[in-house]
């Protein structure tokens, strides 16, 4: 203890006064980062065990060991702040061998890992090269993203990350492979778990986010801000023991798959597990595997275990009390944090068995209490309900883009709290992690019981991925290109000039894909319909009227691609989302209901319906008195969209040139009178370099 | 024949002083062709011989009826000249049934045609309809391609074509369809074939193609100029006559496959013709059918066939002779034309059997003499060697863009010289027609006797329709979009520009594609290699450095196409292009041959190379010293073109963004010094509206 508390180290603050004072203390940080990640490898009993593979989907430790080291100077090159590799080989086989965020699926590829003396020999350089950045780069305060001493600060707390993921893995090492450290000493006290009992808290509003100007370190996920509304529930005072959880294990829940989850279910058959994974069984007796020994099992420790089982406990549990029981959501758990005032780095000592601060294992779960709820942080990670996603306003750093958006994906939850071994960013309020829900690491939970069976989680507004939607996104939400304005407010706000007897009630966004027509429209309508036949497109209209964002990535270059958000409010439509009403419908087959417009709109939908002509013979039906039909399109037939013998135009009739201008006066002229025809461009863009430039032509016409 | 001579005409001048004048002139050439043309259907015995297929793959003479009637409402509506429709119904029927140019492969759909009566009362109402087009239109002197006047032309001539191809319809109508009618008289004259002989020709030199200026109506196909040089011939005195073709007859030429043409062959094989198409034999006799008689056949009238019988004759000739016998080609016969200095309409009588100044059908071949040689013009249309092209210069008439167009396909020769139906237009010097060559119409020839058994035609200038390929020639010779450069003209203008100390003798355009750029570094280096992996791109470059032109159709809308010519006078390379050498070749596997460069210029290659690090490993040994290597590119990787593994960049290496230019430095900055680094906007047309627009980057690399 005394000596594991001599390295115990806060997260340095990015403001200051003295830029020198500042080089020193990152130096500093830096140097105990190493110290102490190298004080981990110590616990290695040869160099034989880094090579073993205690996870067959797991690098074995020399990855992680050179890993940490390569990562500053990927970092650094990627930043221009260094020029010069230290060793192209490692820096390639210690880059990245796992999808990190996924943390599955090791590619199977042969490694011929370097010797445990070359691996330290190259760290060592590393820590040279860093200790020279630190003291040459340019530096004024506070630290931002942009400057090159975050980029040291986003190496450091990245090997801090690999400290508490390296100790899970040596965790599932064979104890042959390890010695005791003095550094390293779990918590000697054990006992009976205490009874577990619920305390009451009381709905509130709160919002979730560090601040951008916060004075520490973040990760890009951490960011944004969001605001939520927490009703009313029932908090479990103890995370849940070894002792409590047993009495789920002896019940037969890892027997029972009716108490799973569907994903737990099958997760269950998979693994064939029949009890945490650290824990095993002896002669009847239970044991539990900490980092360096294995003991019996500690009733009153925390448990741990993945999502999936604490799930399964919260449905036994459920099925004992006849109540509703389940996870914490990120917001409920911040609640809770709330009661607790300090954060590190400014507290004298943590208010919970985090940072190295205690012990090197968990403790007892009525160790540290505020207010007779216990562990608000600390001792092991909290599994949230919440599966991770960034909060309005996330941005990515742009040299660590896939650190978090890979896991918006509604697989990976939010864990939060820390463990005994979450050290620097890792140990803050704000700090958010997130795994895939099956994942092991020092992870247990606390249980709520509300007031009703439904979980206040709102689906992942993960990236739009999809290329063809990512660029209607764009397109619509995104930046202009060549000094095109934004096509689909552009259209609106020509045909209201070119209209000045439109009426203004209702109007129908015909095609509307991903929306944003609609939403101008709303600025002047009192209500718009906004119809897209296509679901893909329209539930992002759809998702940003109820959520107020959506998000897509759109390629940049090869598979590279950039991460760009769209807000209601950022767009000035915040307070307008009520008059839109965003619908799946087909054009030539409209439900009766879409009727009574005084404008329809139809942005560049012509060419893409099976059978334009059905619908424009039909469309004056859904017009009021006087009201307007204005259609814009570029004419690009196609006959993935529109059998060629339903085409407008642009075909030869009886042997003569005959234009989709020919084919739409054909068929509108009895009931309509053409008003106006233009040009209006718009640029869609399909890589950083590559777009397409099109102009269309807008067609008014008002109902005869 | 005196009746017929009463209603002879010409073709009226586009000249004059009076305008009044001219109106008058053009409506009584325009009532004078219809009278003449229902003159012909009046040879008909009744309505029924109006619906009889004389040839299943043509409509019935009701359609031809009636079309030439419509074709003047559907152009005038095209013109936006007239803008109601008499009968929307009967003026599609009537459209075009066929594709006419290719004069084959009716379409099977039925048809419900109107009465005779129905179809004279609709073309009274054309009649008058366009009577008052003439009144009305606005009218000035000369009358040039953009005048109503020319439209009304257009119709009467387009009309004067279908009396001829009517006529040859009604000569396949069982004769008892057909009644005697005094105005189509036939030559009553018949006799012993002339011994036929022949008359050599000097070399000379001539230009084709109708002036612009020329001062009578012309289609599309006749105007441009195109100069050739023309070897000395013989030249046979007569058109073949029925009697010197019947040797070749009776010497079983039509059961000799192996005199005829591959093509030939295949036509005899499907037709089982054993005699021409207007031949028959009764009782060992043999008889020709006429416009509206059969007659024993007229041993001194010129034989009437297609161009392949006239092959398989001239073969069977060349066997016997020991000689190379074949038809002349279209200059050959343009030569001949020459001895003959009048024209239609300056002659006061044919000097010919055309023009309907003589007779009604054939004559004897010996009655039209010019200094030993017979037939210069009229008779029968003499089949030449040549298969159509546009004359550089070429131009479509916008409103009958097809009138041509698909007869540059090499498989359509040219005939000269018009029959004795010939009027109007066709019976002009330039005046000049294309069937497939299997095709019959009132057409025969006259053989060549030459020294050698090339036959002097070019390869025909089809326009490529490949839509990739008439994007790129869009691109590199077209028009420019957006305001945006000429981009292979603005590469070679701006790599000029950065590198002052270039030396300028060798230089090599590396993925030339069609080629412009090689012909710009040809105004600056004294040898330009252009090479492209594509030889459906390179053989553009090459036909331009041949030829002088080459042609393109670019998609507008839908299915219209815009045609489009480039040409080296126009784009001012002509002189340079002995410097320019285009070949097929591999970037990645180039033959040792190319090297010795100051310059190689990759205009947007690397990304469409299958390895391009293998290319760019190697790129130095085919520098001079102190040479450039340009590269251009918008780094579009696509794994169709570059498996993912090849990708330079655009990717994750080691986890992290890894850029083409990133990836650019890593493989050439050992043998190069990377000069320079900026973008070049491009613009690819798609459609009329739809525009490729493209940032691409320029890196410019310095051999060390």
């Known amino acids: 203890m005394e000596q594991l508390a001599r390295i115990v180290t806060k997260t340095p603050l990015l403001t200051g006064t003295s830029v020198d004072a500042k080089r020193e203390e990152l130096r500093r940080y830096f140097h105990q980062t190493c110290d102490l990640y190298e004080a981990l490898f110590d616990c290695l009993s040869g160099d034989e065990a880094?090579?073993?593979?205690?996870?067959?989907?797991?690098?074995?430790?020399?990855?992680?060991?050179?890993?940490?080291?390569?990562?500053?100077?990927?970092?650094?090159?990627?930043?221009?702040?260094?020029?010069?590799?230290?060793?192209?080989?490692?820096?390639?086989?210690?880059?990245?061998?796992?999808?990190?965020?996924?943390?599955?699926?090791?590619?199977?590829?042969?490694?011929?890992?370097?010797?445990?003396?070359q691996t330290r020999s190259y760290r060592r350089r590393v820590r040279q090269r860093v200790d020279e950045v630190i003291s040459q780069m340019p530096l004024s305060l506070p630290i931002t993203?942009?400057?090159?001493?975050?980029?040291?600060?986003?190496?450091?707390?990245?090997?801090?990350?690999?400290?508490?993921?390296?100790?899970?893995?040596?965790?599932?090492?064979?104890?042959?492979?390890?010695?005791?450290?003095?550094?390293?000493?779990?918590?000697?006290?054990?006992?009976?778990?205490?009874?577990?009992?619920?305390?009451?808290?009381?709905?509130?509003?709160?919002?979730?986010?560090?601040?951008?100007?916060?004075?520490?370190?973040?990760?890009d996920n951490e960011y944004g801000r969001k605001t939520v509304e927490i009703q009313p529930f029932r908090v479990a005072r103890y995370l849940v023991s070894n002792g409590e959880f047993l009495a789920f294990v002896e019940a037969g829940g890892y027997r029972r798959p009716e108490l799973w989850t569907e994903e737990g279910a099958r997760w269950l058959a998979y693994s064939k597990a029949t009890m945490p994974r650290f824990w095993c069984r002896h002669h009847g007796e239970y044991y539990q595997r900490n980092l360096l020994q294995q003991v019996p099992l500690p009733h009153d420790w925390p448990v741990e275990v993945n999502y999936l089982e604490a799930k399964a406990f919260c449905h036994w549990k459920a099925e004992q009390s006849g109540t509703f029981v389940r996870l914490p959501t990120e917001a409920e758990w911040t609640?809770?944090?709330?009661?607790?005032?300090?954060?590190?780095?400014?507290?004298?000592?943590?208010?919970?068995?985090?940072?190295?601060?205690?012990?090197?294992?968990?403790?007892?779960?009525?160790?540290?209490?505020?207010?007779?709820?216990?562990?608000?942080?600390?001792?092991?990670?909290?599994?949230?309900?919440?599966?991770?996603?960034?909060?309005?306003?996330?941005?990515?750093?742009?040299?660590?883009?896939?650190?978090?958006?890979?896991?918006?994906?509604?697989?990976?939850?939010?864990?939060?709290?820390?463990?005994?071994?979450?050290?620097?960013?890792?140990?803050?309020?704000?700090?958010?992690?997130?795994?895939?829900?099956?994942?092991?690491?020092?992870?247990?939970?606390?249980?709520?019981?509300?007031?009703?069976?439904?979980?206040?989680?709102?689906?992942?507004n993960s990236y739009e991925t999809d290329e063809l939607v990512a660029q209607y996104l764009e397109f619509h939400y995104g930046a202009q290109y060549f000094g095109v304005a934004n096509y689909p407010v552009a259209c609106v706000d020509t045909l209201l000039a070119l209209i000045p007897d439109l009426n203004k009630a209702r109007a129908l966004d015909l095609g509307c894909s991903v929306g944003r027509a609609s939403l101008e429209l709303a600025r002047t309508f009192a209500q718009v319909d906004g119809i897209d036949f296509s679901a893909r497109f329209i539930q992002h209209g759809f998702q940003l009227k109820e959520t107020g964002q959506t998000r897509y990535a759109i390629p940049a270059e090869g598979e590279l691609v950039e991460f760009r958000e769209a807000s209601l409010v950022d767009l000035g439509y915040d307070g307008l989302e009520h008059r839109v009403n965003f619908v799946q419908g087909d054009a030539c087959n409209l439900k009766p209901c879409f009727t009574g417009y005084d404008l329809i709109f139809c942005g560049n939908l012509i060419d893409r319906l099976y059978d334009p002509a059905l619908f424009l013979g039909q469309v004056h039906e859904r017009l009021n008195e006087g009201g307007y039909l204005v259609l814009t399109s570029p004419y690009t037939w196609l006959t993935q969209y529109t059998p060629k013998e339903k085409w407008l135009g642009g075909i030869k009739i009886n042997g003569e040139n005959f234009t989709t201008l020919d084919g739409l006066k054909c068929i509108l002229d009895c009931r309509f009178e053409l008003v106006d025809v233009l040009d209006l461009p718009l640029v869609i863009r399909e890589t950083r370099r590559k777009f397409q430039h099109t102009i269309a032509e807008m067609t008014v016409w008002k109902l005869k």
């Open 50 to 117: 880094f090579y073993i593979r205690a996870e067959p989907l797991r690098h074995p430790l020399i990855f992680y060991f050179g890993h940490t080291a390569v990562f500053f100077i990927n970092k650094l090159m990627l930043g221009r702040y260094v020029t010069e590799r230290l060793d192209e080989r490692l820096e390639s086989m210690f880059a990245i061998g796992v999808d990190e965020m996924s943390w599955d699926d090791l590619d199977s590829a042969h490694y011929d890992w370097p010797t445990v003396a």
């Open 145 to 219: 993203p942009d400057s090159p001493a975050w980029v040291v600060l986003m190496g450091i707390e990245h090997e801090r990350i690999h400290l508490e993921t390296s100790s899970v893995i040596m965790r599932m090492l064979p104890l042959q492979y390890l010695r005791p450290h003095p550094l390293w000493t779990a918590c000697p006290d054990t006992g009976p778990a205490p009874a577990n009992g619920l305390l009451a808290v009381a709905g509130d509003s709160l919002t979730l986010g560090k601040p951008a100007d916060a004075n520490t370190y973040g990760w």
């Open 335 to 460: 609640l809770l944090r709330q009661r607790l005032k300090q954060d590190q780095p400014d507290w004298l000592r943590a208010p919970g068995n985090v940072n190295l601060e205690h012990y090197a294992s968990p403790c007892p779960v009525n160790r540290f209490e505020v207010d007779g709820i216990y562990d608000l942080l600390g001792n092991v990670w909290q599994w949230t309900e919440t599966p991770i996603d960034g909060f309005p306003g996330f941005e990515v750093h742009p040299l660590y883009d896939d650190f978090s958006t890979p896991t918006f994906d509604g697989r990976h939850n939010v864990f939060k709290g820390g463990s005994w071994i979450s050290t620097g960013n890792e140990a803050t309020r704000h700090s958010r992690y997130a795994f895939r829900r099956h994942f092991f690491q020092h992870a247990g939970f606390r249980y709520v019981e509300s007031d009703s069976d439904e979980v206040p989680v709102e689906p992942v």
